[in-house]
Every structure is written in C-alpha cells, then in structure tokens.
C-alpha cells in the first residue's frame, strides 16, 4: 500500500523556470513531511522539511507548501538551474513511529539550460 | 561526504548465497536505518535501530535480517538471495528517535545474477 503518492514521475523545466512536484497522503497520523534531493550514484540528501502547523516554508529557492485539509504537500522550485537535475522525494512521518519515512516514489527533474 | 559509510558500495553475487552488508553511523547518531531502493518500488523501509535495539521494522523479507553493534554500526544481513533482490540498499542515520532528517550514507548497489 503506497501511502505517500508523488506525482509527476519526471518533469523537464527550463533554466530559470519553476518546478512543481505534487504529494498526496493518506495517513492522518503523519505529521512530519521532508523533501529529499537525490543526484546519481548517491543517497538521498534532505533539502526541506515542515510540520502541519505552518502552511509554507521556504528555503533559498525552494518552498514547501502545505494544505492539511486535502492531505497534500508540495514542493516548488524556483529559478531552477541545471544543478538541480535530480530525483526528488517526498516523505512522511508520524512521530510515534520513531521517526520512520515513508517515501513517494520520486520525480526525475531535468532543467535544460 | 555525509558521514555515513557504507561498505562495499558494489557487490555482485550469484543466487542463493548470503552477503553483508555494512554501515557506520554519522558520529554521534545513534539510530540506524536501512533502505532499500528499486526502480520499480521506490525507496522501501527496511528496519530501524536505535543504541542497539530494534525499534520499528518494514517491509523487510524473513531472508533478511540486521543487527546494530555496541559501536553503534550495522549491519544488513541478505541470504539466500534472488534475482529480483538486486537493488541499491541504503543506510542512514539520525541523532535519536525524534523529528529530524535522516542522513543517508552513498548506497551498496547489491546485483544478483
């Protein structure tokens, strides 16, 4: 049972243009949700993280967007570059569970210069 | 250099033989996690250890096992492999049981043939 949907799998933007990449989930009991950038031939690195109890978060060029209700995450890249040609994962957590992610099945961004 | 070690970072191996695998924490974390990522299944929860203790388990094969050390590194056992167990395994560590990202060690790229 996937618990954490992402979507789109794959997502080509030009050099200066805005990602978006899409979380669904469906445990209400998470309450933990981080972003995690991963380069070929490397693990997964983590970039940005919220709680439910903010709506947004940003970092640099990156924002997290949050709607409770809906049980939806986001992740919007701003001015993307070539250097973030990567896979993203979304994921989520409850507290109780010690801290175990469960992972979306990641989007592959190209950003074309 | 995230500070997690994993160890070998490529094995290759025939059916039905057991290999190890090995990860030393980053410096001061003392819970270990063990991924294994798929192209078909995404990043998978193995199990998770905190100071040598079994804390929270996934979907992790009976063929499978692990075990965390007093120095705090472990390791993943995988026996009498398969075909379709050929994957990356990653490692990753966290300071404790609560809200925090992980940091994941580079991956072993186990391939069984």
Known sequence: QQ???????????????????????????FDYFPWYQ????????????????????????????????AKQFSLHIMDSQPGDSATYFCAASPVAAGNKLT??????????? | DSGVTQTPKHLITATGQRVTLRCSPRSGDLSVYWYQQ?????????????????????????RFSAQQFP????????????????????????AGQGLG????????????V
């Open chain 2, 38 to 62: 798929s192209l078909d299944q995404g990043l998978q929860f193995l199990i998770q250890y905190y100071n040598g203790e079994e804390r929270a388990k996934g979907n992790i094969l009976e």
């Open chain 2, 71 to 94: 120095d705090l590194h472990s390791e993943l056992n995988l026996s009498s492999l398969e075909l379709g167990d050929s994957a990356l395994y990653f490692c990753a560590s966290s």
């Open chain 2, 101 to 112: 990202g992980y940091t994941f060690g580079s991956g072993t790229r186990l391939t069984v």
């Open chain 1, 38 to 69: 991963q380069f070929p031939g490397k693990g997964p690195a983590l970039l940005i993280a919220i709680r439910p109890d903010v709506s947004e978060k940003k970092e640099g060029r990156f924002t997290i967007s949050f709607n409770k209700s």
């Open chain 1, 3 to 29: 618990q954490v949907k992402q979507s789109p799998q794959s997502l080509i933007v030009q050099k200066g243009g805005i990602s978006i990449i899409n979380c669904a989930y469906e445990n209400t009991a």
């Open chain 1, 103 to 113: 992972f979306g099945g990641g989007t592959r961004v190209l950003v074309k210069p």
